[in-house]
């Protein structure tokens, strides 16, 4: 079992910056592959970015450029880095975990990107 805990979301300017962060609880930690999706009002959920537990990274076409993943498995932590935040960019952020044989789910954390 796994619980998982986001933090820094907020409300930003456009062209600002937030880093997310979320922090895992239980073992395995480093065997999970981890990775942030978003959910905005009326939408589907959708993925953002996600980093295996190798270290090999992918991002949605939209966030490319702007944002980085990356985690820190001593501290059981995997980070969303969100630059250059446009208006599209506001939602819910949700971190997962996922092995072969469960997904784990965040409560989420709002972005807010307004001026």
């Known amino acids: 079992q796994v619980q998982l805990v986001e933090s820094g979301g907020g409300l930003v300017q456009p062209g600002g910056s937030l880093r997310l962060s979320c922090t895992a609880s239980g073992s395995g930690f480093s065997l999970y592959a981890m990775g942030w999706y978003r959910q905005a009002p009326g939408k589907q959920r959708e993925s953002v970015a996600s980093i295996a537990s190798s270290g090999t990274t992918n991002y949605a076409d939209s966030v490319k450029g702007r944002f980085t993943i990356s985690r820190d498995n001593a501290k059981n932590t995997v980070l969303l880095q969100m630059n250059s935040l446009k208006h599209e960019d506001t939602a819910v952020y949700y971190c997962?975990?996922?092995?072969?044989?469960?997904?784990?789910w965040g409560q989420g954390t709002q972005v807010t990107v307004s001026s």
């Open positions: 997962s975990a996922k092995n072969f044989w469960n997904t784990y």
